[in-house]
Antibody, heavy 125, light 108 residues
Framework: QVQLVESGGGLVKPGGSLRLSCAAS????????MFWVRQSPGKGLEWVST????????YYAGSVKGRFTISRDNAKNSLYLHMNDLRVEDTATYYC??????????????????WGLGTLLTVSS | EVVLTQSPATLSLSPGDRATLSCRAS??????LAWYQQRPGQAPRLLIY???NRATGIPARFSGSGSGTYFTLTISRLEPEDFAIYYC??????????FGQGTRLDIK
């Protein structure tokens, strides 16, 4: 079955950097668009970034554009989020999520049908 | 950016009741809407996609309807495990992919 396991969260000072990772298994990773979605403590869900199945197309929320970089390694079935210039408002649980459809199969849906348990990032001085 | 507004913010019902949750889009999004359930301490779970299609393994008591700017999620008979927060999400006009602010379904 599909499994997504995030790692790399922790406590970082404002202005700092961090890289989140997501290890995927149970599906053909290279067939699917992947996403990062975050949730600030006690708040709702916020889409952060999307990467195409081949890694060529990348999209970002305005709040993180220019500071965050999404990437993937299809040989390692891994998704990453490189975060620079971190701000207090980036404090959240970061979820890795998989697209509902295979891009070259049924087509990408840009809906999230599998999620990891999340990794908590705290940005504080 | 498509803004999704969910109502009510909180819905208090009893097990066995019928629940109707709403999601309104700031512009037409055709049928490109999904619903998610999030239980406390858990990741969200996809319930409905493209407005009315149940995701794999979702019980038949969950149904979705609507198109354009107005959508509803109906839970026909509430089970104890259905008390959670529900979010809608659109994929019609992105980036950004956007979520509603959520509806909390509480036990009365």
């Amino acid at each position: 079955q599909v499994q997504l396991v995030e790692s790399g969260g922790g406590l970082v000072k404002p202005g700092g950097s961090l890289r989140l990772s997501c290890a995927a298994s149970g599906f053909i990773f290279s067939d699917y668009y992947m996403f990062w979605v975050r949730q600030s403590p006690g708040k709702g869900l916020e889409w952060v970034s999307t990467i195409a199945n081949n890694g060529r197309a990348k999209y970002y929320a305005g709040s993180v554009k220019g500071r965050f970089t999404i990437s993937r390694d299809n040989a390692k079935n891994s998704l990453y989020l490189h975060m620079n210039d971190l701000r207090v408002e980036d404090t959240a649980t970061y979820y890795c999520a998989k697209d509902l459809g295979a891009h070259d199969g049924t087509g990408s849906y840009y809906f999230f049908d599998s999620w990891g348990l999340g990794t908590l990032l705290t940005v504080s001085s | 950016e498509v803004v999704l507004t969910q109502s009510p913010a909180t819905l208090s019902l009893s097990p066995g009741d019928r629940a109707t949750l709403s999601c309104r889009a700031s512009q037409s999004i055709s049928y490109y809407l999904a619903w998610y359930q999030q239980r406390p301490g858990q990741a969200p779970r996809l319930l409905i996609y493209d407005a009315s299609n149940r995701a794999t393994g979702i019980p038949a008591r969950f149904s979705g309807s609507g198109s354009g700017t107005y959508f509803t999620l109906t839970i026909s008979r509430l089970e104890p495990e259905d008390f959670a927060i529900y979010y809608c999400q659109q994929r019609s006009d992105w980036p950004p992919l956007t979520f509603g602010q959520g509806t909390r379904l509480d036990i009365k």
